[in-house]
């Protein structure tokens, strides 16, 4: 297990993932004062003016916020799209060493000059990643940990099961491990510690919370739909992710056409952001999804499921003695 520096700031070992169109200010700061590491991209936001502000008014909620038994609030973090397709990477990493933002999520490019940039005022980077390929990069490059997107994850997930790919990324890697796929419960954030996880990577059961920026209804079809109804496909960008199969047949996209290996052409009139936000994603978690919650509900239910596990998991050694 690695020791992360903000450990003693953490009521469970957790991160609410940086979910485009759907994390924002309020999610970020409800998840830190509950004790769980709260994240935003950096693209929900329409500009690098916007940006800031949202930093802004997260560092101003967190500044002298306490959880329940008195501990600071958990660090906050922000996603970056480390690509040449990003004209703002350049400004909104500016903006993200002006406010000193304690952990950055870098995604598609590790860079070592952005790993200085960070931690040149003392932040974290971490990155994600679906292969060892892509993760020994990232460890070149230098970066303090690596959220390894197992198969099942919503968004551009892997295709990996998780026990093979923590062994295999423990096998050459010393920072922080984050597992990303298919986690909604405090069992399974457990059974990510058990695998060798050191913190457990939340998307898809945070968007059905009331802080979350999603549409009711988004919000109402993950609570519906079980894990046959999560469609692995490149249809909508090109790359393979994770999509709700009610959201893609309401746009007319039929199994043939998500089944086949290239991204459908939505026509001027759509655009892939549009299509993201018209065509909602999810991961196999949904199974499990079955109310929206206050993030403070949400944190509390989750403690309580991940020590009941805790306390299950150590009765075993009473049945299965050294």
């Given at each position: 297990?690695?020791?992360?520096?903000?450990?003693?700031?953490?009521?469970?070992?957790?991160?609410?993932?940086?979910?485009?169109?759907?994390?924002?200010?309020?999610?970020?700061?409800?998840?830190?004062?509950?004790?769980?590491?709260?994240?935003?991209?950096?693209?929900?936001?329409?500009?690098?003016?916007?940006?800031?502000?949202?930093?802004?008014?997260?560092?101003?909620?967190?500044?002298?916020?306490?959880?329940?038994?008195?501990?600071?609030a958990?660090?906050?973090?922000?996603?970056?799209?480390?690509?040449?397709?990003?004209?703002?990477?350049?400004?909104?990493?500016?903006?993200?060493?002006?406010?000193?933002?304690?952990?950055v999520?870098?995604?598609?490019?590790?860079?070592?000059?952005?790993?200085?940039?960070?931690?040149?005022?003392?932040?974290?980077v971490?990155?994600?990643?679906?292969?060892?390929?892509?993760?020994?990069?990232?460890?070149?490059?230098?970066?303090?940990?690596?959220?390894l997107?197992?198969?099942?994850?919503?968004?551009?997930?892997?295709t990996?099961?998780?026990?093979?790919?923590?062994?295999?990324?423990?096998?050459?890697?010393?920072?922080?491990?984050?597992?990303s796929?298919?986690?909604?419960?405090?069992?399974?954030?457990?059974?990510?510690?058990?695998?060798?996880?050191?913190?457990?990577?939340?998307?898809?059961?945070?968007?059905?919370?009331?802080?979350?920026?999603?549409?009711?209804?988004?919000?109402?079809?993950?609570?519906?739909?079980?894990?046959?109804?999560?469609?692995?496909?490149?249809?909508?960008?090109?790359?393979?992710?994770?999509?709700?199969?009610?959201?893609?047949?309401?746009?007319?996209?039929?199994?043939?056409?998500?089944s086949?290996?290239?991204?459908?052409?939505?026509?001027?009139?759509?655009?892939?952001?549009?299509?993201?936000?018209?065509?909602?994603?999810?991961?196999?978690?949904?199974?499990?999804?079955?109310?929206?919650?206050?993030?403070?509900?949400?944190?509390?239910?989750?403690?309580?499921?991940?020590?009941?596990?805790?306390?299950?998991?150590?009765?075993?050694?009473?049945?299965?003695?050294?």
């Open positions: 297990m690695t020791q992360l520096p903000y450990q003693e700031s953490l009521s469970l070992p957790v991160v609410a993932a940086p979910m485009f169109l759907i994390s924002g200010p309020r999610l970020v700061i409800e998840a830190c004062r509950n004790g769980i590491l709260g994240t935003f991209p950096a693209l929900n936001q329409r500009s690098t003016e916007g940006f800031g502000d949202w930093l802004s008014e997260i560092e101003e909620a967190l500044r002298d916020a306490t959880q329940n038994d008195g501990r600071p958990a660090p906050y973090g922000v996603n970056l799209i480390v690509h040449r397709t990003n004209p703002r990477l350049a400004a909104d990493l500016e903006v993200v060493v002006q406010h000193q933002v304690p952990v999520i870098t995604s598609l490019g590790a860079v070592s000059e952005l790993v200085e940039a960070v931690h040149g005022y003392g932040g974290l971490y990155h994600d990643v679906t292969n060892r390929r892509h993760a020994e990069k990232a460890s070149e490059a230098g970066v303090d940990g690596l959220i997107v197992a198969a099942g994850a919503g968004g551009h997930a892997g990996l099961n998780p026990m093979p790919f923590i062994a295999e990324i423990r096998s050459f890697f010393e920072g922080t491990i984050l597992l796929g298919c986690m909604s419960t405090g069992q399974n954030i457990a059974s990510a510690l058990q695998m060798g996880a050191d913190l457990a990577y939340l998307g898809t059961r945070f968007i059905n919370t009331e802080e979350s920026l999603a549409d009711a209804a988004y919000r109402r079809m993950i609570i519906d739909s079980s894990i046959s109804d999560i469609i692995y496909t490149a249809a909508v960008s090109g790359v393979p992710a994770n999509f709700l199969r009610p959201s893609l047949e309401s746009m007319g996209i039929t199994q043939e056409m998500w086949q290996g290239a991204k459908v052409d939505f026509g001027k009139e759509l655009d892939e952001a549009r299509a993201w936000k018209t065509l909602w994603s999810a991961g196999q978690g949904v199974t499990t999804i079955r109310d929206t919650l206050p993030v403070a509900e949400l944190v509390a239910r989750l403690k309580e499921e991940f020590h009941a596990a805790l306390r299950e998991q150590g009765r075993w050694l009473e049945v299965y003695r050294a």
